[in-house]
């Protein structure tokens, strides 16, 4: 049996972070329709969630902040997208896991 090496500290924290940026129904709404739907404006997003657009913004900046999502401004409106596929992995994952 092949045994791995734990994580060190600094890594478990990120990683309890990064969960916990997950762990909200609106910000896991926003990533289920990143990853299926690609890239959408925060308007689109905020219709999706059902949110107020200072809620939304909220969310949006945790997400950003986790490195989850990133933006990029097109035109007057700025535009999320998944940060690399690894999120969609994250959270599909999650959703099959959930439905075993």
């Keep these: 049996m092949n045994e791995r090496t734990m994580p060190d500290e600094p890594e478990i924290q990120a990683t309890v972070e990064l969960l916990a940026a997950v762990a909200h129904p609106a910000r896991l709404t926003v990533l289920l329709a990143l990853s299926r739907r690609g890239p959408l404006s925060a308007g689109d997003l905020q219709h999706l969630a059902g949110l107020e657009q200072s809620a939304m913004s909220h969310q949006l900046r945790v997400l950003r902040d ?29 959703l099959t896991h959930t439905r075993e």
């Design 66 to 94: 986790a490195r989850l999502i990133r933006a990029e401004r097109q035109g007057r409106q700025m535009i999320y997208a998944l940060d690399d596929h690894h999120v969609a992995h994250i959270i599909e994952d999650a």
